[in-house]
């Protein structure tokens, strides 16, 4: 926890260049225009611990994104997928599993 708050400062730093650090000589931010800066700066701030990430939420919607009016028939269209796609070049893997996976998004127990 508190060793990624500590990561997150430096790097922070290195992009504010609020202070002299030893990345300045890897990476040069100066040629940034701000909201390009603001905009890393924004993508680092969100790696802090007490940002709220709720991962679920974030599948399901990303899920009923892609199936968008399908989402409701979603496991048939896995089921489709699985046939006609994955089944001819990965028959090892089981319809079981791969129904799992579609719905969850966990590969492995």
């Avoid at 100066?30 to 599948?59: C, G, M, Q, T």
Wanted: hydrophobic share 40%.
């Amino acid at each position: 926890c508190s060793q990624i708050d500590s990561v997150v400062d430096e790097l922070l730093a290195v992009v504010t260049e609020s202070q002299e650090h030893g990345m300045h000589e890897l990476v040069d931010f100066s040629e940034l225009k701000y909201r390009e800066r603001d905009s890393v700066h924004d993508s680092i701030v969100a790696w802090r611990r007490s940002v709220p990430f709720d991962a679920e939420a974030l599948r399901d919607q990303r899920c009923r994104g892609f199936y968008r009016s399908r989402f409701d028939y979603r496991v048939n269209l896995m089921d489709w997928n699985y046939q006609w796609n994955v089944k001819l070049v990965a028959s090892i893997i089981n319809w079981r599993h791969y129904k799992e996976f579609g719905l969850t998004g966990v590969a492995y127990e």
